[in-house]
């Protein structure tokens, strides 16, 4: 058996830099130190190294693949080893994204570590420094008391893992399953950041916790209780759960997480209809269970890094959330989480760009006008940046957002994806979509109201009451925006 060793080097600083490994022998074998920590999740196998490693390799022709978050090229060697002896290879990689140069940041909200990770310590530090992260969100959260490793890390901001740069806090996840559900998740789960304390019940209801545990209370009471110790709330996986329309209309919700992890279809029909009913909601991402997959939100702070800043970039919508591509997008002078006052003006032809810089080939990029595609432009070759370019005519109130894929994967296995918050006009009528749109949440909050009424369970009728209030006031703001004319 030979030695490979390797040493990995920031191409631009010369300096030894951490990654994440992945070493093919010429038996088509994946080969890791045997002490080393592995990549959770789909596609290729790495094993994470401090900025060098040793493996023992048979003889032959070894491939050596070294990641760095998104923002680094990734990049291959091949290296002859011998029978016996030992094998050098310095492996440099080079960035080709500097986001923090336009005050760009990326962070992850949504992580927990389950309880059979054995080493949380060292997978965090490693995660979130390999990853390249600003901002990286580890939520508690309760199933039946399970211990899962991250629930070890009392709440609030980590010192011991925060620096200049990047800061690691502490949340919550706050969730409810509901047997028979309308919508298969019961109320479904928010997420809280920043909060000093832990806001009680984690979870609720029989299936999360204990065999006689009421669904009470709601959500949006939780929220209310991180809201006022200055937290921030962001729904997880989109609209899944009953509550989410009533949390969204009774203004709950300081963002909605999408594409967390993965892409489904249904999350996105949801968020365009909340946003075609006049509700603002930014796009945020995360792993959910390790670092699963490349998603991340970039938030953009014109005042420099801090969490502060971060937080407050994110509330106002000046996101997109991506596997690798970076999007940008503007209208007219507006940016994302902006939004262009039109009333009374004779001129409502609005001048959109997307521009996007990707590592892997982009081959579509689409603007979104409430929710329908109106510009589209495809390169079947794939390019690796762009600029589409569109103009629209308004003369109600909207939104406009971009979108791009490429055809080509990762080493998650994941198509690369992006996309950006709206930018909002505002003219002073109705959009035709929004009757629509609110017609639609009317009808689920009926089934829930109806799930409450037969499958809910409560130790008392006033919980169930309030509950019902609760989802009927929900109920009141669609029931206005459905008589709503364009």
Known sequence: MGLLHGTILDATSGSRINAKVHVLNAMGNFTHPASALLKHGPGVPFFFSDGEFEVKVPRGRTDVLVERGTEYEPARRVVEVPENGLVDVEIPVRRWYLPQESHWYPGNTHIHYDDK?????????????????NVTVVSVLDRRQLPYASNKYPIGVMNEFTTAHHVLDIGEENRHYGEKSPWGMGYGHVMFLNIRNLVQPVSRGHILTAQFDPDYPPLCFCCDDARDQGGVVIWCHNGRGMEAPVAAALGKLDAFNLFDPFWMDPEYDLWYKLLNCGLRLPASTGTD???CS???????????FSYANWIQGMKAGKSYITNGPSLDLRVG???????????????????VEARFLSWYPVDRVELVVNGAVASAQTWPEGVREGTLRHAIEVGADGWVAARLWGNARDS?????YAHTSPVYFRCGAAPAERAAAARF?????????????????????????NVKDLFRRGREVYAALAVQRP
């Open 117 to 133: 990770e054995t080493r949380p310590d060292e997978r965090l530090a490693v995660d979130c420094s390999v990853e390249g992260y």
């Open 289 to 291: 269970w390790f670092v």
């Open 294 to 304: 490349n998603n991340r939100v970039y938030v953009k702070t014109e005042q420099g």
């Open 333 to 351: 002078d507006r940016e994302m989480g902006e939004t262009l006052e039109l009333a009374g003006s004779s001129n409502r032809r609005l001048e």
């Open 412 to 416: 998650f296995g994941q198509s690369v």
């Open 441 to 465: 949440f009317l009808d689920s909050i009926e089934e829930a109201l109806r799930w409450i009424d037969t499958w809910g369970r409560y130790n008392n009728d006033q919980q169930r009451q």
